[in-house]
C-alpha cells in the first residue's frame, strides 16, 4: 500500500525525474497533482502525468521513484477520457524546470471537462476549485464542449447527451 501524496512529495517526484532525463521533455501534470500542489486539496492518491517527447530515461524512472517515493504515479491525462481541446499545449500553465525537463499542469479547461465527464465527487469538487480559483471561466467551458462534442463518437465510453447535462448542471450550481 502506497501512502497519499503531498504537495512536498510531488515536488520531490519532479525533482528527482528531473534528474533522470539527459533529454529535454515536458511533463505535464493533472488531476490529484495540480490540485495538491495549488492548494486545493492537501493529498491525491496518485500523480498523473503526460510525457510529451516520450524519453526512455524518463519513463524507466518512473517505477523506480514510485518504489523509493512510496507513490502512486499513472501515464494518464484527459485527452483518455475525452477528446484532446484545440490549444491545450499553450494553455497548460507552467510550473518549473527540473534538469532538462519541463514541468506544467495539463490545461485546466481539458482537466475539468475530464473531470466532469467521469463525474466523481472528488472530480467534481477540483473543477469547482478551478472556477472558484479563476482557473478556468464558465463561457469557455462550454466554448470548449462545442468544440469537442462533434468528436465524443470516437470515445464510445462517454454518453454525449449525459456528459452535456452534467456540463449544464456543474455551471448551474
Do not use: C
Amino acid at each position: 500500500m502506497r501512502d497519499l501524496t503531498g504537495a512536498d512529495q510531488v515536488r520531490r517526484f519532479m525533482r528527482e525525474l528531473g534528474r533522470s532525463s539527459a533529454k529535454p521533455a515536458r511533463i505535464y501534470l493533472t488531476g490529484g497533482a495540480s490540485a495538491v500542489l495549488l492548494g486545493w486539496r492537501a493529498a491525491t492518491i496518485d500523480v498523473d502525468i503526460k510525457v510529451v517527447a516520450e524519453d526512455d530515461e524518463v519513463l524507466r524512472a518512473v517505477p523506480r521513484l514510485k518504489d523509493e517515493l512510496r507513490i502512486n504515479v499513472e501515464l494518464a491525462s484527459p485527452e483518455q477520457f475525452i477528446p484532446p481541446l484545440p490549444g491545450w499545449e499553450e494553455r497548460s500553465r507552467f510550473i518549473a524546470d527540473e534538469g532538462r525537463l519541463a514541468f506544467f499542469h495539463y490545461d485546466f479547461y481539458a482537466q475539468a471537462l475530464a473531470k466532469i465527464e467521469r463525474g466523481h465527487r472528488v472530480d467534481l469538487e477540483d473543477a469547482a476549485a478551478m472556477l472558484e480559483g479563476g482557473l478556468i471561466e464558465p463561457g469557455r467551458l462550454r466554448e470548449f464542449f462545442g468544440r469537442i462534442e462533434p468528436e465524443l463518437y470516437r470515445y464510445p465510453a462517454v454518453d454525449a447527451k449525459a456528459f452535456r447535462a452534467a456540463l449544464d448542471e456543474f455551471l448551474s450550481d
